[in-house]
């Protein structure tokens, strides 16, 4: 193991101004410790063990200022291999700190330690980290806000508040079973709310003290596992600013829809009468015939300050009078959450504002793919199995273009066979640039419902990729489909943001839809919703080169196989070339001998 002595503060933060010239002016080495370990927690009235950082959920924010380098200590005391993943961070021409396990890294091992480093420049807003291990993310998350260095195109607020919108499971994540569970609860600042009681004690509930006036900056987080949320204020409206780190041109809403990976930054006004009003998160889902899971919405207070009295408990009971009387506060009226039509108006009134950070949209394309989405099924063994209502022979996984993820059996990630010529990167296949057969997509009678394991369209298992030569201009064509079931898709990319030209519903079309692009100003996100029963058209440029996951953002679609790596290669100069992992990165046979193993597979240089 290469030595290299880690600051011993396992606490918070600490932040250094360097002084070396070669920095630009008031840029700072912002450094973390995260200590994963398990503690219990009490909710509901079961004691749950969970994995968190520093002890808290959310784990610890990160704050930093663009330009800012970030170093992060990540401590496993935990018994799972663990790595996090920086969400929406470009980690440009550094992906070795993107945190995909034997994609990017090998996994952090229990009782060992690995250190990230990255620099945080070319883009400002709210972001996120969270653990890449199956199902661990639900609760190993937290906040990562990049700060403009030379201030926000929109007001400043009087204060800046995160709302990370989570799930609360009582059974231990480590033992979930992928397709048949569900959480228990939904949390804002992982706080249950008042709407969940055990034994007659409530859960408490999220407490947002505003003053009359003024003007919060809701940092809005989905690091939900399973379900997309509508997010209201009783009494109150959201101007949208920002979503995924890029701004978006002012849009009011009293309503907000963000699916997991997403953030949305928002402005709020106390312009209320004083008093206390209710936040509502509730999860929407398909309709019936699609499985129908139990709706578990989560309430915060957003209170107003009454300056007339000064006891906490004068606060807590709420201003006099006003439109929320009383002791109760008033609540929004909420959507069904059947109704997905409110998160494609939400999606299709975004535009990103005209701002020096934001590019233009590349005019040509290199690359086409048409990606569809949906599920099917392998045999559990062997080539060939029965299929039919026999429950035991298939397994239902989750596809792209009718392939679903499989990692391949290999002792070195591949991004370091990659950067290595190392003989792994022979095992991807192809994703191909088309579905392999055409047919209704979105067909409505292709939903199955019932016993899981029903006759299913066959597919097969493999470690899908895509090559694009550096520079490349990529439009991918998101389409769901009704296979099994009608769930919507949050796609993320790693490394890369996308423009989002234009969403529809049904199959796509590609000589009617080029025509609602929207190629002047489209959103930017690193997560793009692809509603259900319909298509999203992205375009991005691959021009961070290395290998990005690409995945849906529901965890269980994720681990089920709805995956493909894109794999952008070297420019023609060093400054479009992936370097050399960092000093301290411990390449496979380093890490082989720090965990006394004897097989080293053969690396070159080094
Ligand atoms: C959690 O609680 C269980 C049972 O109460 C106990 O055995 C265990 O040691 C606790 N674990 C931690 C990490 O506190
Ligand atoms: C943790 O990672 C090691 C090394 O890659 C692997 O051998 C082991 O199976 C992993 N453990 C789990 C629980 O995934
Ligand atoms: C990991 O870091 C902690 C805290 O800095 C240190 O005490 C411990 O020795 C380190 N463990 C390893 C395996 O390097
Ligand atoms: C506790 O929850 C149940 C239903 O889950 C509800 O009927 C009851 O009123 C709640 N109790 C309190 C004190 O809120
Ligand atoms: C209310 O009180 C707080 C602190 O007690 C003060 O900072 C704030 O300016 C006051 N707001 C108004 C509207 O008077
Ligand atoms: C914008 O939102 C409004 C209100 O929900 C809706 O009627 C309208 O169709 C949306 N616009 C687009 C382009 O989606
Ligand atoms: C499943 O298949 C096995 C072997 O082919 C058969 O014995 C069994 O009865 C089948 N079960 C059902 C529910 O069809
Ligand atoms: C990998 O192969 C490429 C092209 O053949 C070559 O340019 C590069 O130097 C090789 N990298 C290493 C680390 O051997
Ligand atoms: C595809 O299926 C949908 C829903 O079942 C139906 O409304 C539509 O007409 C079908 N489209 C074609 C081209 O058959
Ligand atoms: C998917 O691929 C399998 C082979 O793996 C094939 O049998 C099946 O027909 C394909 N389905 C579609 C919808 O293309
Ligand atoms: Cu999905």
Same mark, same amino acid.
């Given at each position: 193991?290469?030595?290299?002595?880690?600051?011993?503060?396992?606490?918070?933060?600490?932040?250094?101004?360097?002084?070396?010239?070669?920095?630009?002016?008031?840029?700072?080495?912002?450094?973390?410790?995260?200590?994963?370990?398990?503690?219990?927690?009490?909710?509901?009235?079961?004691?749950?063990?969970?994995?968190?950082?520093?002890?808290?959920?959310?784990?610890?924010?990160?704050?930093?200022?663009?330009?800012?380098?970030?170093?992060?200590?990540?401590?496993?005391?935990?018994?799972?291999?663990?790595?996090?993943?920086?969400?929406?961070?470009?980690?440009?021409?550094?992906?070795?700190?993107?945190?995909?396990?034997?994609?990017?890294?090998?996994?952090?091992?229990?009782?060992?330690?690995?250190?990230?480093?990255?620099?945080?420049?070319?883009?400002?807003?709210?972001?996120?980290?969270?653990?890449?291990?199956?199902?661990?993310?639900?609760?190993?998350?937290?906040?990562?806000?990049?700060?403009?260095?030379?201030?926000?195109?929109?007001?400043?607020?009087?204060?800046?508040?995160?709302?990370?919108?989570?799930?609360?499971?009582?059974?231990?994540?480590?033992?979930?079973?992928?397709?048949?569970?569900?959480?228990?609860?939904?949390?804002?600042?992982?706080? *249950?709310?008042?709407?969940?009681?055990?034994?007659?004690?409530?859960?408490?509930?999220?407490?947002?003290?505003?003053?009359?006036?003024?003007?919060?900056?809701?940092?809005?987080?989905?690091?939900? *596992?399973?379900?997309?949320?509508?997010?209201?204020?009783?009494?109150?409206?959201?101007?949208?600013?920002?979503?995924?780190?890029?701004?978006?041109?002012?849009?009011?809403?009293?309503?907000?829809?963000?699916?997991?990976?997403?953030?949305?930054?928002?402005?709020?006004?106390?312009?209320?009468?004083?008093?206390?009003?209710?936040?509502?998160?509730?999860?929407?889902?398909?309709?019936?015939?699609?499985?129908?899971?139990?709706?578990?919405?989560?309430?915060?207070?957003?209170?107003?300050?009454?300056?007339?009295?000064?006891?906490?408990?004068?606060?807590?009971?709420?201003?006099?009078?006003?439109?929320?009387?009383?002791?109760?506060?008033?609540?929004?009226?909420?959507?069904?959450?059947?109704?997905?039509?409110?998160?494609?108006?939400?999606?299709?009134?975004?535009?990103?504002?005209?701002?020096?950070?934001?590019?233009?949209?590349?005019?040509?394309?290199?690359?086409? *793919?048409?990606?569809?989405?949906?599920?099917?099924?392998?045999?559990?063994?062997?080539?060939?199995?029965?299929?039919?209502?026999?429950?035991?022979?298939? *397994?239902?996984?989750?596809?792209?273009?009718?392939?679903?993820?499989?990692?391949?059996?290999?002792?070195?990630?591949?991004?370091?066979?990659?950067?290595?010529?190392?003989?792994?990167?022979?095992?991807?296949?192809?994703?191909?640039?088309?579905?392999?057969?055409?047919?209704?997509?979105?067909?409505?009678?292709?939903?199955?419902?019932?016993?899981?394991?029903?006759?299913?369209?066959?597919?097969?298992?493999?470690?899908?990729?895509?090559?694009?030569?550096?520079?490349?201009?990529?439009?991918?064509?998101?389409?769901?489909?009704?296979?099994?079931?009608?769930?919507?898709?949050?796609?993320?990319?790693?490394?890369?943001?996308?423009?989002?030209?234009?969403?529809?519903?049904?199959?796509?079309?590609?000589?009617?839809?080029?025509?609602?692009?929207?190629?002047?100003?489209?959103?930017?996100?690193?997560?793009?919703?692809?509603?259900?029963?319909?298509?999203?058209?992205?375009?991005?440029?691959?021009?961070?080169?290395?290998?990005?996951?690409?995945?849906?953002?529901?965890?269980?679609?994720?681990?089920?196989?709805?995956?493909?790596?894109?794999?952008?290669?070297?420019?023609?100069?060093?400054?479009?070339?992936?370097?050399?992992?960092?000093?301290?990165?411990?390449?496979?046979?380093?890490?082989?001998?720090?965990?006394?193993?004897?097989?080293?597979?053969?690396?070159?240089?080094?």
């Amino acid at each position: 193991m290469k030595s290299r002595s880690l600051p011993l503060a396992a606490t918070t933060a600490a932040i250094f101004f360097l002084s070396v010239a070669a920095l630009s002016v008031g840029t700072a080495v912002v450094e973390h410790t995260f200590v994963v370990s398990q503690v219990n927690m009490t909710h509901l009235c079961r004691e749950t063990l969970v994995t968190v950082v520093n002890g808290q959920l959310p784990g610890p924010a990160i704050d930093v200022t663009e330009g800012d380098s970030v170093v992060v200590h990540v401590v496993n005391k935990s018994p799972y291999n663990m790595t996090i993943h920086w969400h929406g961070v470009k980690q440009r021409l550094n992906c070795w700190a993107d945190g995909v396990p034997m994609i990017t890294q090998h996994p952090i091992l229990p009782d060992h330690n690995f250190t990230y480093r990255f620099d945080v420049s070319g883009q400002e807003g709210t972001l996120w980290w969270h653990a890449h291990v199956p199902l661990l993310r639900a609760t190993v998350h937290g906040t990562f806000i990049i700060r403009p260095r030379h201030g926000a195109p929109f007001l400043k607020p009087h204060k800046e508040i995160p709302i990370v919108i989570g799930e609360w499971w009582v059974e231990d994540l480590a033992f979930v079973d992928t397709t048949a569970e569900y959480n228990s609860a939904s949390t804002i600042n992982g706080k *249950l709310g008042d709407l969940y009681n055990c034994s007659g004690a409530m859960e408490e509930g999220y407490k947002l003290d505003v003053e009359p006036g003024k003007i919060y900056l809701l940092r809005v987080i989905n690091a939900a *596992l399973l379900s997309e949320y509508y997010l209201k204020i009783a009494g109150h409206k959201f101007t949208v600013v920002a979503a995924d780190a890029n701004y978006i041109s002012p849009y009011t809403t009293d309503i907000i829809a963000i699916a997991p990976g997403q953030t949305v930054d928002a402005l709020v006004v106390a312009d209320a009468s004083p008093g206390r009003y209710y936040m509502i998160a509730l999860p929407n889902q398909p309709p019936k015939p699609d499985f129908q899971s139990p709706v578990l919405v989560t309430r915060g207070i957003v209170q107003y300050s009454n300056n007339h009295s000064s006891g906490h408990d004068e606060l807590v009971r709420g201003g006099a009078g006003g439109s929320s009387s009383g002791d109760v506060p008033m609540s929004p009226e909420m959507p069904d959450n059947h109704d997905n039509m409110i998160s494609f108006y939400f999606r299709g009134n975004l535009t990103s504002l005209h701002h020096p950070r934001h590019l233009p949209v590349p005019g040509r394309i290199d690359e086409r *793919l048409f990606i569809t989405l949906g599920l099917g099924s392998v045999c559990r063994q062997g080539q060939s199995c029965k299929r039919g209502d026999n429950t035991t022979d298939n *397994l239902i996984v989750a596809t792209m273009n009718n392939v679903s993820f499989q990692l391949p059996t290999v002792s070195t990630p591949l991004l370091e066979a990659h950067y290595y010529n190392t003989s792994n990167m022979e095992l991807l296949q192809e994703l191909p640039d088309v579905p392999p057969r055409v047919f209704n997509f979105t067909d409505l009678s292709l939903i199955q419902t019932g016993p899981k394991e029903k006759k299913l369209e066959p597919t097969s298992k493999a470690a899908l990729a895509r090559r694009f030569r550096y520079g490349a201009v990529v439009e991918v064509v998101f389409q769901s489909t009704a296979l099994m079931q009608s769930d919507s898709n949050p796609m993320h990319l790693h490394g890369h943001d996308m423009f989002v030209l234009a969403q529809g519903h049904g199959n796509y079309d590609m000589v009617r839809d080029v025509a609602k692009y929207n190629l002047v100003n489209p959103p930017v996100t690193n997560t793009v919703l692809v509603p259900r029963l319909g298509w999203v058209a992205v375009r991005f440029v691959a021009d961070n080169p290395g290998i990005w996951y690409m995945h849906c953002h529901y965890e269980f679609h994720l681990t089920m196989g709805m995956v493909a790596l894109f794999i952008v290669e070297d420019g023609p100069t060093e400054s479009t070339s992936l370097p050399s992992p960092p000093v301290d990165f411990l390449v496979s046979d380093e890490y082989n001998l720090q965990n006394e193993k004897t097989k080293l597979p053969q690396i070159n240089g080094i």
